[in-house]
């Protein structure tokens, strides 16, 4: 019998409580108007990323008639170690994980796809280029999964 009046009491304490407040008094947010300029549209590329908060990133994809190499560069001041870290075609689903690496300075970590000259790449990934249309696009991950780069590949001819 006490369980059942706690249960009826409960909510009728809830709904007793509660106070209607005037939304103009005590209100601590302020109405602001709308910005009437809309921000001019710009590429998805960011032609000078911060290297505090992305010291890796994908900077370049090279393409010839056979194959693509996808530049990591380290754009920071320290070196850095990208061991772990990924990169995926969202497209396919395939994706290449960077071997026990550190990256240093200044410098860039070279990804074959398709035939390449070996002394001009530090690995190969596929057999042919993924990079095929306007728009396509690779993502670096880090160590843990996180996205922390996005590539998307916006010239006509690859």
Same mark, same amino acid.
């Given at each position: 019998?006490?369980?059942?009046?706690?249960?009826?009491?409960?909510?009728?304490?809830?709904?007793?409580?509660?106070?209607?407040?005037?939304?103009?008094?005590?209100?601590?947010?302020?109405?602001?108007?709308?910005?009437?300029?809309?921000?001019?549209?710009?590429?998805?590329?960011?032609?000078?990323p !911060?290297?505090?908060?992305?010291?890796?990133?994908i900077?370049?994809? =090279?393409? &010839? +008639? @056979?194959?693509?190499?996808? %530049?990591?560069?380290?754009?920071?001041d320290?070196?850095?170690?990208?061991?772990?870290?990924?990169?995926?075609?969202?497209?396919?689903?395939?994706?290449?994980?960077?071997?026990?690496?550190?990256?240093?300075?200044?410098?860039?970590?070279?990804?074959?796809?398709?035939?390449?000259? !070996?002394?001009e790449?530090?690995?190969?990934?596929?057999?042919?280029? =993924?990079? &095929? +249309? @306007?728009?396509?696009?690779? %993502?670096?991950?880090?160590?843990?999964?996180?996205?922390?780069?996005?590539?998307?590949?916006?010239?006509?001819?690859?």
């Open positions: 019998m006490k369980n059942k009046l706690w249960i009826l009491l409960l909510p009728l304490l809830y709904l007793v409580s509660c106070k209607n407040y005037n939304v103009d008094e005590g209100n601590v947010l302020h109405s602001t108007k709308l910005p009437t300029s809309i921000p001019e549209n710009r590429s998805w590329r960011t032609d000078t !911060d290297p505090f908060l992305f010291p890796i990133i900077s370049n994809i =090279v393409h &010839n +008639e @056979y194959s693509e190499k996808i %530049v990591v560069e380290n754009i920071s320290q070196d850095q170690f990208i061991g772990g870290f990924a990169i995926l075609n969202p497209q396919t689903m395939e994706h290449f994980i960077i071997p026990e690496k550190i990256l240093k300075s200044r410098s860039s970590y070279i990804i074959c796809n398709g035939k390449c000259n !070996d002394d790449v530090d690995v190969k990934w596929l057999d042919k280029p =993924v990079i &095929n +249309e @306007y728009g396509d696009h690779l %993502v670096l991950l880090n160590q843990a999964g996180r996205v922390i780069w996005n590539y998307v590949y916006i010239t006509n001819n690859p």
